[in-house]
């Protein structure tokens, strides 16, 4: 029994030992991890391997990332697919807004137009020595003076005419009748009263129709007024204060694309400016050669009717048109069909001279827009605002090109300057670390 405690303490002594010598192993298997595992009882393990498969079994080659398996046009074309959907997104949303406010945004169209005319008067008017705010009043006075004036007139032509007018209007039916009834057209009197009954029973019966109309005419000419008081207060503040206003609508643009929006700004005022200017020298131009072929042909209201082909002259293709027939078809009602022919021919040879000659000649390479651009600029605008779409469909195209075409080239002499720019020269070794270049910033 006295023999105990040794052997006990012997016990202890051996089991510390193999538990210090575990630890070093263990340690030294840590820091090689070529070191083989250690069983139990201190022995090294051996090493554990996968078994190979057997020679008929079939290869499996290993799975390629999804990315690279995607062929490199449909990577493309995803790409660009989100793309366009974000931007048919934003296009929709803003389509949205400008339909609900349609009658605030054609007003400030308007005024922007109507600015882009009177604004080298203000200039001159400055430049004589006139302040800033007499020389908007005046020249905003005057301008809205001469076309109210010009709407007076008109208004005042047909008014007086009228009664003129309606009886040379059943002449010209009854001499439209009797020409119809000698054509080789074969109709007779008959067919022809029929058509008249079947016009009468027409209106007749769509009373209710034509009287919501009128009615909804007058909600429109409401509108119409509205959008006309609009259109003069902005004229006035763009008039006034116009360069105070680019340049607060320039601190909304972020910092890195506000020097090419700045650039490209003047360049679109210049743009709308030649083409607001051009269409009203080639308007005018139109109306008056007209106007005299229509007055020396006899047709009543030549003075309206030239009034109306100028103002429908700002509706590119279209307004030519409307404007044509409408001087056609009054002749030929109150002066018969050779009148309403020779008012034809005039209509014809004063448009393909302004098309081939006026145009190109005082519009020039400043707002030159592709006539496919310009066909299907003024149907989306026809069909999205009306006529006042239409009227602002075509400068907005010539902007935009304006635009478009500087911002490219102001980027390519970015890019350009940025390529030319020498490389910033390295530092000696000796010196202490340098501080990153602005290049490894950005």
């Known amino acids: ?11 202890g002594a051996g089991v510390t030992r193999i538990s210090e010598r575990l630890d070093e192993r263990r340690e030294a298997r840590d820091e090689d991890p070529d070191t083989p595992a250690m069983t139990a009882d201190g022995d090294p393990a051996a090493p554990q391997s996968v078994p190979a498969p057997p020679a008929y079994a079939p290869a499996v080659p290993a799975r390629p990332e999804p990315v690279a398996v995607i062929p490199w046009g449909m990577r493309v074309a995803a790409e660009a697919g989100w793309r366009l959907l974000v931007l048919a997104g934003t296009l929709w949303v803003l389509m949205r807004v400008i339909s609900a406010v349609q009658l605030v945004v054609l007003a400030f169209a308007s005024a922007l137009l109507i600015t882009a005319l009177l604004q080298p008067t203000v200039a001159r008017l400055r430049r004589v020595g006139l302040p800033r705010g007499l020389a908007t009043a005046v020249t905003a006075v005057s301008g809205f003076v001469i076309m109210g004036l010009v709407g007076w007139f008109v208004v005042w032509q047909v008014m007086d005419n009228l009664d003129n007018l309606s009886a040379r209007v059943r002449d010209g039916i009854e001499e439209l009748k009797r020409w119809v009834l000698d054509s080789p057209f074969h109709v007779t009197e008959s067919q022809i009263n029929d058509i008249a009954q079947n ?3 027409t209106i007749g019966t769509n009373t209710e129709e034509i009287t919501s109309a009128g009615l909804q005419g007058v909600s429109v000419m409401v509108e119409v007024l509205t959008g006309i008081l609009l259109a003069m207060f902005s004229t006035l503040f763009l008039l006034y204060d116009g360069k105070r206003i680019w340049q607060w609508t320039l601190k909304l643009v972020p910092a890195q694309a506000r020097a090419g929006v700045a650039g490209a700004g003047p360049r679109a005022w210049r743009t709308l400016t030649a083409y607001v200017r051009g269409t009203v020298l080639v308007a005018l ?10 007055y020396v042909l006899d047709v009543p209201m030549a003075v309206p009717l030239a009034v109306f082909i100028f103002l429908f002259a700002f509706i590119p293709l279209v307004g030519a048109v409307m404007s044509g027939a409408l001087a056609v078809v009054v002749a030929l009602v109150t002066q018969g069909v050779f009148t309403a022919l020779m008012v034809l021919v005039v ?3 004063v448009q393909q001279i302004e098309g081939h000659v006026l145009q190109p000649f005082i519009l020039g390479r400043a707002v030159r827009v592709h006539p496919l651009a310009v066909v299907l600029s003024v149907a989306v605008g026809g069909v999205t605002a009306g006529i006042g779409g239409a009227v602002v469909a075509v400068p907005l195209v010539a902007v935009t090109n304006t635009v478009v075409g500087y911002l490219r080239a102001y980027s390519r002499e ?4 940025a390529a030319a720019r020498p490389p910033e020269k390295a530092a000696p070794a000796a010196e202490a670390e340098p501080a990153p270049s602005a290049g490894a910033q950005e």
């Open 1 to 11: 029994m006295s023999k105990l405690p040794g052997w006990l303490a012997d016990l």
């Open 199 to 201: 016009l009468s029973d």
């Open 285 to 294: 131009i139109d109306a008056i050669f007209i106007g005299l072929g229509i």
């Open 347 to 349: 209509v014809l040879a």
């Open 414 to 417: 970015q890019a350009l300057r």
